[in-house]
T-cell receptor
Framework: DQQVKQNSPSLSVQEGRISILNCDYTNSMFDYFLWYKKYPAEGPTFLISISSIKDKNEDGRFTVFLNKSAKHLSLHIVPSQPGDSAVYFCAARTLGDYKLSFGAGTTVTVRA | SAVISQKPSRDICQRGTSLTIQCQVDSQVTMMFWYRQQPGQSLTLIATANQGSEATYESGFVIDKFPISRPNLTFSTLTVSNMSPEDSSIYLC???????????FGDGTRLSIL
C-alpha cells in the first residue's frame, strides 16, 4: 500500500516561474518529510526536509509547506531554472525509524 | 555529506546468474540501506544492512534472493541471486549518520537481465 503519493507524474513550467510539487500521505505517524531530486543515471540528492512540528521550511529557492491536518505537503521552487529539470521524490518516515517511504516521483521540465 | 561509491554502475546479466553490488562510504556511518527502483516506479526499501549481524528485510524481500553483508561501518554488499528479467532495476545504496540527518544515496547500479 502506497503511503506516500505524488499524483502528478509530470510538471512543465517556464523558466523564472514557480514550480509547485504536491505530495499526500496516509500514515499519521509520519513525523519527518523530505524531498529528493534525481537526475538520470544519478542517485537521489537530498533537497530539503521538514519536521512535523513545523509548517514551513525554506532554503534559498526551495520552500516546503506541510499541512498536517490535510496530510499534504508541497515543494515550491522559485524561480525555476533549467537545472531544476529532474525527477522529484517526496519521502517520509515515522518517529524513531530510519526507513523512508517514497512517492512515485514527479518529473519537472523547465522550459526556456 | 558522505561520498558513496557503488560498483558496478551498470551490468547486463544472464538469467539464472547472480551479481554482487558493492557500496563503499568514505566515512563511518551508522545505517546503510539497500533500495530498488523498478522501471517507472518509486524507490522501495529492500533491507537495512546491519553491521556485524544479519540484515533486516522488508516485506516481500528474502535473504535467499538478496543476501546482504556489512562487515564494517563503511562497506556493504547486496547480491541479487538467480536473476530473472523481473529483477531488472536500479539498485541503490543509502547511508545515514544518525536519525536527525537525511539519508544520502549512491548513484545506483542499473541492472538488466536478459
Amino acid at each position: 500500500d502506497q503511503q506516500v503519493k505524488q499524483n502528478s507524474p509530470s510538471l512543465s513550467v517556464q523558466e523564472g516561474r514557480i514550480s509547485i510539487l504536491n505530495c499526500d500521505y496516509t500514515n499519521s505517524m509520519f513525523d519527518y518529510f523530505l524531498w529528493y531530486k534525481k537526475y538520470p543515471a544519478e542517485g537521489p540528492t537530498f533537497l530539503i526536509s521538514i519536521s512535523s512540528i513545523k509548517d514551513k521550511n525554506e532554503d534559498g529557492r526551495f520552500t516546503v509547506f506541510l499541512n498536517k491536518s490535510a496530510k499534504h505537503l508541497s515543494l515550491h521552487i522559485v524561480p525555476s531554472q533549467p537545472g531544476d529539470s529532474a525527477v522529484y521524490f517526496c519521502a517520509a518516515r515515522t518517529l524513531g525509524d530510519y526507513k523512508l517511504s517514497f512517492g512515485a516521483g514527479t518529473t519537472v521540465t523547465v522550459r526556456a | 555529506s558522505a561520498v558513496i561509491s557503488q560498483k558496478p554502475s551498470r551490468d547486463i546479466c544472464q538469467r539464472g546468474t547472480s551479481l554482487t553490488i558493492q557500496c563503499q562510504v568514505d566515512s563511518q556511518v551508522t545505517m546503510m540501506f539497500w533500495y530498488r527502483q523498478q522501471p517507472g516506479q518509486s524507490l522501495t526499501l529492500i533491507a537495512t544492512a546491519n553491521q556485524g549481524s544479519e540484515a533486516t528485510y522488508e516485506s516481500g524481500f528474502v535473504i535467499d534472493k538478496f543476501p546482504i553483508s556489512r562487515p564494517n561501518l563503511t562497506f556493504s554488499t547486496l547480491t541479487v541471486s538467480n536473476m530473472s528479467p523481473e529483477d531488472s532495476s536500479i539498485y541503490l545504496c543509502s547511508v545515514a549518520g544518525d536519525r536527525a540527518q537525511p539519508q544520502h544515496f549512491g548513484d545506483g547500479t542499473r541492472l538488466s537481465i536478459l
